[in-house]
T-cell receptor, first 114, second 113 residues
Framework: SQELEQSPQSLIVQEGKNLTINCTSS?????LYWYKQKYGEGLIFLMMLQKGGEEKSHEKITAKLDEKKQQSSLHITASQPSHAGIYLCGADIYTQGGSEKLVFGKGTKLTVNP | DADVTQTPRNRITKTGKRIMLECSQT?????MYWYRQDPGLGLRLIYYSFDVKDINKGEISDGYSVSRQAQAKFSLSLESAIPNQTALYFCATSDSRVLETQYFGPGTRLLVL
């Protein structure tokens, strides 16, 4: 089963609109990362969240981690064509054996129409 | 100069061929990772290494092997490539001494015919 559920899988918005991407886990997340990938390129780190209730912003992108540290949302305000790409959430979780494991969601493909 | 480099960037090979993907980093990080990305599946971990003497299997290690030649180099090999290994491969690094994110290379696009 997918340990990190990301939604929606794809999103098409008009330039200037706000949008939100969600990342959910059934397990406690000890580090939650948001990445952006342009097609065929490497991943670009956006933000890392660690504490429950934490919120970080970078330009027009804001990411939050809920108090229970099981859900994160990425919000883009007044979207622009430059925001288009695939957004991935990644997280550190602990396995039943106590070891640390890095997992990723399947990604959200964002298209911003001018 | 990029901190994490991958070679080659693109490769086409035939079924049954041996191929090696190389990753180098100048960040001085001790941890290195290999992932593959397939459409709709997100990133999946193939192998990871926490230092030169430490190699660990990831989620999908079958059909792959790795070598950590030095702290800065981590190579991924496909001993006998098969078409379902066609994917985008990413190398990443991280520093275990601080709570820091992973830094990714630009990716290697591999096509196995």
């Amino acid at each position: 089963s997918q340990e990190l559920e990301q939604s929606p899988q794809s999103l098409i918005v008009q330039e200037g609109k706000n949008l939100t991407i969600n990342c959910t886990s059934s397990k406690t997340l000890y580090g939650l990362y948001w990445y952006k990938q342009k097609y065929g390129e490497g991943l670009i780190f956006l933000m890392m969240l660690q504490k429950g209730g934490e919120e970080k912003s970078h330009e027009k992108i804001t990411a939050k981690l809920d108090e229970k540290k099981q859900q994160s949302s990425l919000h883009i305000t007044a979207s622009q064509p430059s925001h288009a790409g695939i957004y991935l959430c990644g997280a550190d979780i602990y396995t039943q054996g106590g070891s640390e494991k890095l997992v990723f969601g399947k990604g959200t493909k964002l298209t911003v129409n001018p | 100069d990029a901190d994490v480099t991958q070679t080659p960037r693109n490769r086409i090979t035939k079924t049954g061929k041996r191929i090696m993907l190389e990753c180098s980093q100048t960040k001085g990080h001790d941890r290195m990772y290999w992932y593959r990305q397939d459409p709709g599946l997100g990133l999946r971990l193939i192998y990871y290494s926490f230092d030169v003497k430490d190699i660990n299997k990831g989620e999908i290690s079958d059909g792959y092997s790795v070598s950590r030649q030095a702290q800065a180099k981590f190579s991924l090999s496909l001993e006998s490539a098969i078409p379902n290994q066609t994917a985008l491969y990413f190398c990443a690094t991280s520093d275990s001494r601080v709570l820091e994110t992973q830094y990714f290379g630009p990716g290697t696009r591999l096509l196995v015919l």
